[in-house]
Antibody
């Protein structure tokens, strides 16, 4: 059974940083591309970032470019999102998603709240 | 970041057919496959259709996706109460090098 478990969310002040993690199991992690998607409270889905299976290709949404960094450790079956210079508008549930002709599997999400 | 345009809401009675539209552009839907996601209240999204009109295993054939030009649509036939959810279309955008989601449609079963 595929499992994606996010962690690392929490309450952080504007300008602060967090590192989100996504622990993957139930599939061969280094075969798959991965993504982060977020959802602000009461709002729609917003794609955040993509990383190829090897980590050699990375894309970001314009709204997070220069502040967020996606990475992966295939030896640890883990995906990461380093988020810096946090703003109130970054408050959201952050999901990791396995990519295989669409986002076929999603984690339960981790909540990031940016507030003073 | 551009988004794909969907109607904010749709509704129907049990057994009816409901269709949700998704409007994009030549750089997203016009050039790439469309996926649809279902998000039940309080849950993570779920892939409903992929590659324009394919269903993952386990998704009932009541759900069908289609694409024409720069638009796509999702049809739900034989509407059931458990179909009450938000639905999002999505596609890769070649000019942005970004994955774009639709604005989302909340389906209500009357």
């Amino acid at each position: 059974e595929v499992q994606l478990v996010e962690s690392g969310g929490g309450l952080v002040q504007p300008g602060g940083s967090l590192r989100l993690s996504c622990a993957a199991s139930g599939f061969i992690f280094d075969y798959y591309e991965m993504n982060w998607v977020r959802q602000a409270p009461g709002k729609g889905l917003e794609w955040v970032s993509y990383i190829s299976s090897s980590g050699s290709t990375i894309y970001y949404a314009d709204s997070v470019k220069g502040r967020f960094t996606i990475s992966r450790d295939n030896a640890k079956n883990s995906l990461y999102l380093q988020i810096n210079s946090l703003r109130a508008e970054d408050t959201a549930v952050y999901y990791c998603a396995r990519d295989s002709s669409g986002f076929v599997d999603w984690g339960q999400g981790t909540l990031v709240t940016v507030s003073s | 970041q551009s988004v794909l345009t969907q109607p904010p809401s749709a509704s129907g009675t049990p057994g009816q057919r409901v269709t949700i539209s998704c409007s994009g552009s030549s750089s997203d839907i016009g050039s790439n496959i469309v996926n649809w996601y279902q998000q039940l209240p309080g849950a993570a999204p779920k892939l409903l259709t992929y590659s324009n009109n394919q269903r993952p295993s386990g998704v009932p054939d009541r759900f069908s996706g289609s694409k024409s030009g720069t638009s796509a649509s999702l049809a739900i036939s034989g509407l059931q109460s458990e179909d009450e959810a938000a639905y999002y279309c999505a596609a890769w955008d070649d000019s942005l090098n970004a994955y774009v989601f639709g604005t989302g449609t909340k389906v209500t079963v009357l």
